[in-house]
């Protein structure tokens, strides 16, 4: 499946800029293949994504501004609706996608329980701080 992300390269707004700017940056950090469509440059694509926005997702004046967002043909949402689905750690399911591990979209399992102990601070549970052979300073005990 192929995220696609309808965007304006030569959009007039910086809010839009920067809207598009958070959408594709939030996917390439996270690793999350896409597309960008441009719909400023590209009368097909713009006409594609205002015939495939559907009717109550469009503003008032029936013209859905970048960006909007899609996995294949089925509409995901707009910028309003990602930024809520990141905001609760609801991405994957936003995207009609199968969560990464290491995501808070998936249920805790036992390897994501041993990573977190791993590089926790604290001790691991049935570990004891008297069984480490270093001390406060770092030094070695004696045996």
Not at 91 to 113: N, Q, V
Request: hydrophobic fraction near 30%.
């Amino acid at each position: 499946m192929v995220i696609k992300v309808f965007v304006a390269n030569v959009a007039g707004s910086t809010a839009i800029k920067k809207k598009q700017q958070d959408v594709v940056g939030f996917l390439e950090a996270n690793r999350i293949d896409f597309e960008e469509r441009d719909i400023a440059c590209n009368e097909d694509n713009r006409k594609w994504m205002r015939d495939n926005v559907p009717g109550e997702k469009k503003p008032q004046n029936g013209i859905p501004l970048p960006p909007q967002i899609f996995n294949e043909e089925q509409y995901c949402g707009d910028f309003d609706s990602f930024f809520d689905a990141k905001e609760g750690n609801e991405i994957y399911s936003f995207l009609g996608l199968a969560p990464h591990l290491g995501t808070k979209d998936i249920s805790r399992s036992p390897l994501i329980e041993d990573s977190v102990v791993a590089n926790s601070t604290e001790p691991a549970e049935g570990h004891d701080e008297e069984d480490d052979p270093m001390t406060e300073e770092g030094e070695e005990q004696d045996s």
